[in-house]
């Protein structure tokens, strides 16, 4: 479902179940891994990547529709996703090998920077064409890490972004081709993992803290 | 001093006054046509326009200096229009056909996009020379609707931003020619008017929830 | 220590103490101009130079050292300094001729508007590489002055920026060679000096009201 491996000072965690929906069983195991990676000492950064055409495509909708009286224990447990990316003591970057929807370019948000895939996958906000809107947190999250006119247009359009697309809005801060994804951002990664990762927790969450509140807020309004 | 019609999907409510100033009967018509534009059913999006050289030069200061014992009533009244529209149930474009001064320029931040037209016209706050400044709500939204550095450019020169510096600062989306702002801005509505009425209602106002609590708060300080 | 000087409108400001860093005779030489110039009344406008190769180095490190005890007070006076430039009843230019480190970057950042010196210089934030974090004042400037993705690069990561890639991310507005920064920043603040003091300082103070109330807040969390 996941696999956390060690490159270097770079920890690599691969999400590898299809479309990496956000089940009960993936957010326990990249909870796990996160524990992991936290308890680092010394240098350290982490890169995130999806596997084939998908980084995420977010909430599963399948276990919710199964499962709706656990809706605000559900969301708010991929707030404390999103947060625990922000708290990480160490700089974290987004490989996008793929898709990016909802909750998973959400996720991407979450991280310090994003490299972006060229030939194919999106940055998605589709909510809006779900008739769906966005949680107090979510909602904190894409307005506390978008350009303003980008937060809007992602919201309220449901535009599609392909990397360049997302590169100019900024979405993503680097394109590459396919195979060039990981590497790219494993190699930010490395060149950022010297930094003090009590300072990048601090500063982050510093800088973060009405988004942190809204995330660790409650789930629903 | 209005005029309201439905072009497909799309209404378009062309302000037809000359200046375009905020009189209490410009309020009042305004104000109408967006009560029934609400109620609309199904797909749906607004386009203001306005006519001539002018979209709107903002408030109505002959009206205003021969009742300034209503000055709080009155901006209160030009807040709940800015609000409107940020709450409105459908996407909205302003077409600039002309100036957009002061609080003109403030009624096409209150949009969700805008197309300007390039051969004249300006979008400007000139309040700083003026000796005046702004109000809470009204900084509010300048603040949450354009860039930080637009922000701060527009409020404290008065700069007067034409077409494409308009656009390259962030204010307008799309610029046109003159015969072309009213179908651009007609053919961006259309193309948005299938979404969901009452999810970008509840997204924009999500988004935008410190704009809307500064536009509903007192008027003045 | 610093000189104070007027060309026409323009009060130009200099630094003149090697690195320009905040040692408590440097902050009061810098209160008592500040003091003078926001005695103006007319047209008025304010630059700030340093000399040689530095703008400013920031907090006086080897102070604080042996004056561990009073470093809530000497950051409270810091704050205090970034407040006063905010809330000047003019228009306000940083020229920086050199590097503008930490909270000399800050200093900058204070001003209305900056001009950068292009073959020699940065603008740092340096901190994250120092292991250390920023106030709650300082975290609110940065945050409120700088794009959102310059902020979380300039704090996260303490790039260097040189002048012409300060000015694509947003620190400041124009670059100039090393002779004209001054005469730039001067042109500027000329052709902002008949602005209405009161005007600019009331507008100014609403729109970074946020940024005021953390600088006047405590300084230490």
């Known amino acids: 479902m996941i696999d956390l491996q060690r490159d270097g000072d770079v920890y690599v965690l691969r999400f590898d179940a299809g479309e990496n929906r956000f089940s009960p069983d993936f957010l326990g195991a990249v909870e796990g891994a996160l524990d992991s990676v936290a308890k680092n000492d010394g240098p350290g950064a982490l890169v995130t990547v999806g596997t084939g055409k998908f980084y995420s495509n977010g909430l599963d909708l399948d276990w919710l ?85 980008t937060a809007h247009e992602a919201m309220l359009t449901g535009r599609r972004y392909a990397a360049e697309q997302a590169r100019e809005a900024g979405i993503v801060q680097r394109t590459a081709a396919e195979g060039d994804v990981l590497p790219a951002a494993v190699e930010q990664a490395a060149a950022m993992a010297g930094r003090n990762g009590a300072a990048v927790a601090k500063i982050r969450t510093d800088l973060y803290r009405p988004v942190l509140d809204a995330l660790h807020g409650p789930a629903l309004p």
Do not use: W
């Open 65 to 149: 529709g199964a499962n709706q009286d656990r809706f605000g224990e559900y969301l708010g447990r991929v707030h404390g996703l999103y947060a625990r990316l922000l708290e990480l003591p160490m700089p974290t970057v987004a490989a996008l090998n793929g898709h990016a929807f909802a909750g998973g370019g959400m996720l991407a948000l979450a991280h310090d920077f994003a490299v972006m895939r060229t030939d194919r996958g999106y940055f998605c906000l589709p909510e809006v064409d779900l008739g769906m809107s966005f949680t107090p947190g979510m909602n904190a999250l894409i307005a506390g890490r978008l350009p303003k006119a």
